[in-house]
C-alpha cells in the first residue's frame, strides 16, 4: 500500500471581470474604506453570466493537469469541492469528468463550503493509500456571485469567484506528503452561513424567490469568533500531530475570508507574517477555492521550494473545519 500523498500538478483559473470596491460603491451602501479596513478586500473576479462552476473547474483542472503532465484519461477520480454546483445533480465532478474527457474517473462532489479543498485532501489521502486510486483530480471552484445577494452589504462586498486544481498521486517517502491532519464540523452553528432555498427543506416557489431565501445569509461578527478559534484550534492540532512546532512552517496558507481573521490567527498560532500568504486583497472569499488558488500562487510566486512545511487551514459553512500539514 502507498505510504502518503503527493500534489503533482497545481492551477487555478479566475474569471476576467474585476469588481473593484469603487465599483461596489455604486451598488449598496458602503465604501472602499470600510471594506478595505474591515476585510482586506479591494477586488474580487466575477463570472461571466454564461460561466458556470465547472467552466471556472475545467480551465484549473486544465492547468493542473499538464502541470503534473497527466493525461485526463489516466485520472481515476475526479473530486470537486463546492457549495455552488451547476446543479443539484448530475455533481459538477461528472459534468467536468465529461468535459476533461476523464472517461476512466468515479466523480464526486464534496460539500464542506469554504473547508472543502481541505476535506478533499484528506479524502484523496484516504482513498490514495487504501490503494484503490492512483491518479486523483481534486478541484475546488465557486460562483458565489450566483447566491450573493447583491443588496446585503454585509455580504455581497466580501465574495468572489473562482477555481483552483491539484493533481494528486501516491508517494511511498515517509516524511514528505500530507504528515497530519485536523478535520471538524459544528452542525450546530450551521445557521451562522447558510443559503435557506433551494433543496428539499425549501424548494423553489414564488415566495422563497420574492423573499430571497436562495442568496447565501451569514451573521458575520458571530462567525469571526468562531472562525479564529476553530482555525488556531485546526493549525495547533495538525501541528502537534506532526511533532512540529511553529517555527518549523515554511509558509501558512490559511483560508482567505478577511485579512483581520488571518492575522489574528496567525499572531496565536505564532508564525510571522511574512510566512503567511495572503490574497484576499485581489480575490476575496472564494469559498473552497481560497486555498488552492493561493497554493498556486505562492508555488508560481517561488514561495515554496521542495522539502518545506506547508500548512493549510480552512474554516467554512457547515460550520466545518480543517488544517492538513503537507511536506512539499
Ligand atoms: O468563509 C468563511 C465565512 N465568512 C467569514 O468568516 C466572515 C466572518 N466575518 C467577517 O469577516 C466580519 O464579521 C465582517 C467583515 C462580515 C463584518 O465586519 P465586523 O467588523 O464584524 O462588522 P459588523 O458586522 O459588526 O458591523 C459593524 C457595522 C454595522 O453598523 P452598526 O450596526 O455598527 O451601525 C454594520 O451595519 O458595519 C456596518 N456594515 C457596513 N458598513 C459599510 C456592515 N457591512 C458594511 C459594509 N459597508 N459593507
Redesign the pocket.
Same mark, same amino acid.
Given at each position: 500500500m502507498p505510504k502518503n500523498i503527493k500534489i503533482i500538478g497545481v492551477g487555478s483559473y479566475l474569471p476576467e471581470k474585476i469588481l473593484t470596491n469603487v465599483d461596489i460603491e455604486k451598488i449598496?451602501?458602503?465604501?472602499d474604506e470600510? *471594506?478595505t479596513e474591515?476585510?482586506g478586500i479591494k477586488e474580487r473576479r466575477i463570472a461571466r453570466k454564461d460561466q458556470a462552476t465547472s467552466d471556472l473547474g475545467i480551465e484549473a483542472a486544465k492547468k493542473a493537469l499538464e502541470d503534473a503532465s497527466v493525461d485526463p484519461k489516466e485520472l481515476d477520480l475526479i473530486l470537486v469541492a463546492t457549495i455552488t454546483p451547476d446543479m443539484s445533480f448530475p455533481s459538477t465532478a461528472c459534468i467536468i469528468q465529461d468535459k476533461l474527457g476523464a472517461e476512466n474517473a468515479a466523480a464526486l462532489d464534496i460539500s464542506a463550503a469554504?473547508s472543502g479543498f481541505v476535506y478533499g485532501l484528506v479524502v484523496c489521502h484516504s482513498l490514495i493509500c487504501q490503494g484503490q486510486y492512483k491518479k486523483v483530480l481534486l478541484v475546488a471552484a465557486e460562483t458565489l456571485s450566483k447566491i450573493t445577494n447583491w443588496e446585503d452589504?454585509?455580504t455581497c462586498?466580501?465574495l468572489g469567484d473562482g477555481a483552483g486544481a491539484v493533481v494528486v498521486t501516491s508517494c511511498d517517502c515517509e516524511n514528505e506528503g500530507l504528515l497530519a491532519s485536523s478535520l471538524g464540523a459544528i452542525g450546530s452553528a450551521g445557521k451562522l452561513?447558510y443559503l435557506p432555498a433551494g433543496g428539499s427543506r425549501n424548494p423553489a416557489t414564488h415566495e422563497t424567490i420574492d423573499e430571497k431565501m436562495h442568496y447565501l445569509r451569514?451573521q458575520?461578527?458571530e462567525?469571526?469568533k468562531v472562525?479564529v478559534k476553530s482555525l488556531v484550534d485546526a493549525a495547533k492540532d495538525v501541528m502537534q500531530k506532526a511533532k512540529v512546532t511553529s517555527e518549523d512552517i515554511a509558509l501558512f496558507i490559511p483560508?482567505q475570508?478577511?485579512v483581520? *481573521?488571518i492575522n489574528a490567527t496567525a499572531k496565536r498560532v505564532g508564525i510571522p507574517k511574512e510566512k503567511v500568504f495572503i490574497n484576499v486583497n485581489k480575490y476575496g472569499?472564494t469559498?473552497a477555492a481560497t486555498i488552492p488558488i493561493a497554493l498556486n500562487e505562492a508555488l508560481r510566486a517561488g514561495r515554496i521550494k521542495k522539502g518545506d512545511l506547508i500548512l493549510l487551514d480552512a474554516?467554512?459553512?457547515g460550520l466545518t473545519w480543517g488544517a492538513v500539514l503537507l511536506r512539499w
Open positions: 449598496v451602501d458602503t465604501t470600510w *471594506i474591515r476585510t469554504c452589504r454585509g462586498v466580501l452561513l451569514m458575520g461578527n462567525l469571526f472562525a483560508h475570508a478577511n483581520r *481573521i472569499n469559498s474554516f467554512g459553512g
